[in-house]
């Protein structure tokens, strides 16, 4: 696998029910991110972490919990989601080197997110 | 508030012609801006980027322009290609902003053979 993987590509779930997505980058960088996209709206950035450890959550609801157990790997744990939830959730990956963190960002292809 | 703008949801151009793709933001701080590319089922993949500190920035067909005065930047692709059919977001940072970075909406861009 090369670049920044998402599983699953498409998610059903209902309002009561406890599922993950799960991205995994093999691109050796040291910061990931988690976005939100929904229809006709810009890319919204939920979840920073740098060097795995968080470094922003912007007003994001505690239904979505994100988890980043190493540099490669970042977790976003949904519970009693809503159907205003249903997007896309991309998983970005970046290369920060010292001060420089005007790095390019590489995305995964998503989770498409449908909540019932 | 939206500060990146992308007023044109589609485009469509013929073959061989220029395609523009203009994007407007309304944040003064913001000194780098990228372009994105995606593909239906993919994720955006990195097109191009330019830092305020020029005006202009080529790579092959692609060539972004920055009018800092205006608080605009546009994407030109010459000649476009059937390939370049694809949606487009633009995105910008600011130095107080650490690593994030603020997207415009996107606009669908057709190349017609």
């Known amino acids: 696998e090369t670049g920044v993987t998402q599983t699953p590509r498409h998610l059903v779930m209902g309002m009561t029910n406890k599922k993950s997505l799960k991205c995994e980058q093999h691109?050796?960088?040291?910061?990931m991110y988690w976005y939100k996209q929904s229809a006709k709206k810009p890319l919204e950035l939920m979840f920073v972490?740098?060097?795995?450890?968080?470094?922003e959550n912007n007003s994001v609801p505690s239904r979505f919990s994100p988890e980043c157990p190493n540099s490669s790997h970042l977790f976003l744990h949904l519970h009693t989601l809503q159907p205003e939830d249903s997007a896309l959730y991309l998983c970005?990956?970046?290369?920060?080197?010292?001060?420089?963190?005007?790095?390019?960002?590489?995305f995964g292809p998503g989770t498409r997110l449908t909540v019932l | 508030d939206q500060q990146v703008k992308q007023n044109s949801p589609s485009l469509s151009v013929q073959e061989g012609r220029i395609s523009i793709l203009n994007c407007d933001y309304t944040n003064s701080m913001f000194d780098y801006f990228l372009w994105y590319k995606k593909y239906p089922a993919e994720g955006p993949t990195f097109l191009i980027s330019i830092s305020s500190i020029k005006d202009k920035n080529e790579d092959g067909r692609f060539t972004v322009f920055l009018n800092k005065s205006a608080k605009h930047l546009s994407l030109h692709i010459v000649p476009s290609q059937p390939g370049d059919s694809a949606v487009y977001f633009c995105?910008?940072?600011?130095?107080?902003?650490?690593?994030?970075?603020?997207f415009g909406t996107g606009t669908s861009l057709t190349v017609i053979p």
């Open positions: 970005a990956s970046s290369q920060l080197a010292g001060r420089e963190w005007r790095d390019t960002q590489y």
């Open positions: 972490y740098n060097f795995k450890e968080q470094t």
């Open positions: 691109l050796g960088h040291n910061a």
């Open positions: 995105a910008a940072n600011t130095g107080l902003t650490g690593n994030q970075f603020y």
